[in-house]
């Protein structure tokens, strides 16, 4: 079978860890015509790869792929095989606690913020809420900011900032269940005053946090009233 979009997306993110971690330049791959055929044991390994990212997909894929050379500096290099195992599931997890550790001013905590506040307004998007709505919204069981603190799919940092919109994550936390918040949140809720106090000393997140909130709630409120808006056209036209 030929390489799937997906594949090649995987490919080319496992590409630019590498190249990145030599701090080199690089250009993605286009071409995959006969990969299959000329790297066979690459092509399992994406396969591999695409069902485990299909059934984990709250790992943070360019995370997952920078976290070997974050947690292991002198290594060169992490084939795709590497990528397909529990050690690999291991060291994503003890960078992702890595980066929640890091002053929030820090180059990783600052990627992280941003990378937070996309997935929560393309969250609400995709789920058709406001950002208020995002607090207490459950897809499934559990509270859906709950489950993204605990998959590492937003930043602390970022959650904190709601704060600053005068909604109070403490009465977030202990607004919950107990048994859900000790098996959500964790050592989030014992650091909670260390990482409020880290925020609130920061010279660029708090500022940054805020602003991307604010820049967020706009463009989710837009994307409501569009959909609304187009709505309404197809009500009137039927």
């Not at 690999?88 to 929030?104: D, E, F, R, V």
């Not at 998007?125 to 459950?138: D, G, H, K, M, W």
């Not at 098996?183 to 989030?188: A, H, M």
Request: glycine share 2%.
């Amino acid at each position: 079978m030929p390489v799937t979009k997906e594949q090649q997306k995987i490919y080319n993110q496992h590409l630019a860890s590498f190249r990145s971690h030599q701090n080199k330049p690089y250009t993605l791959r286009e071409n995959f015509d006969d990969f299959e055929k000329e790297k066979p044991e690459d092509y399992v390994n994406l396969m591999k790869l695409e069902r485990i990212f299909n059934q984990h997909s709250q790992l943070n894929r360019r995370y997952y792929f920078e976290a070997p050379y974050k947690i292991y500096p002198d290594k060169d290099y992490f084939n795709l095989q590497f990528y397909t195992t529990m050690a690999a599931i291991k060291t994503y997890s003890l960078y992702m606690k890595q980066i929640n550790a890091a002053s929030p001013d820090s180059p990783e905590q600052l990627y992280f913020i941003n990378d937070s506040l996309i997935f929560i307004r393309n969250f609400c998007v995709e789920n058709n809420i406001t950002l208020s709505q995002y607090l207490a919204f459950r897809k499934y069981l559990a509270l859906s900011w709950a489950t993204h603190l605990a998959d590492h799919n937003i930043s602390i940092y970022a959650f904190l900032g709601f704060d600053y919109l005068n909604l109070s994550v403490y009465d977030m936390f202990f607004n919950m269940p107990e048994d859900e918040r000790e098996l959500l949140l964790g050592d989030i809720i014992e650091n909670y005053p260390i990482y409020k106090d880290n925020l609130n000393k920061s010279k660029r997140a708090k500022h940054y946090v805020i602003e991307g909130l604010k820049g967020i709630n706009k463009y989710i409120k837009n994307n409501l009233k569009s959909n609304s808006d187009c709505d309404n056209i197809k009500a009137t036209n039927q």
